[in-house]
């Protein structure tokens, strides 16, 4: 079982970035997605998930941050606009099975190895 995301970069403020998170080993479809970020010296956040085939997103990102799955290519993505550079951090996708309380790191089984973006001009 395995999750990678990737997509990350280098933007600058007001860009658009689209991650995405490749599965392999399993059905994604099955699965609840989440996305989570880590500034350095900050602890994980949550930003968006989707569980049961309805979105979630973190207030402090809502209006920016889009979540979507394609299950037939096993693939789910992040899109984030109008970056800014508290959005710096490394992004992580996750899953698990079921409907977890999303924002909660401990409810997900499965972890990507994370994507760095960075806002900066």
């Known amino acids: 079982v395995q999750l990678q995301a990737s997509g990350g970069g280098l933007v600058q403020p007001g860009d658009s970035l689209t991650l995405s998170c490749a599965a392999s080993?399993?059905?994604?479809?099955?699965?609840?997605i989440g996305w989570f970020r880590q500034a350095p010296g900050k602890e994980r956040e949550w930003v968006s998930c989707?569980?049961?085939?309805?979105?979630y997103t973190a207030d402090s990102v809502k209006g920016r941050f889009t979540i979507s799955r394609r299950d037939a290519g096993n693939m789910a993505y992040l899109q984030i606009n109008t970056l800014e550079p508290d959005d710096t951090a490394v992004y992580y996708c996750?899953?698990?099975?079921?409907?977890?309380?999303?924002?909660?790191?401990?409810?997900?089984?499965?972890w990507g190895q994370g994507t760095q973006v960075t806002v900066s001009s």
């Open positions: 989707m569980t049961n085939n309805s979105p």
């Open positions: 996750a899953a698990v099975r079921g409907s977890p309380y999303c924002p909660v790191v401990l409810h997900w089984d499965y």
């Open positions: 080993g399993f059905t994604l479809g099955d699965y609840a």
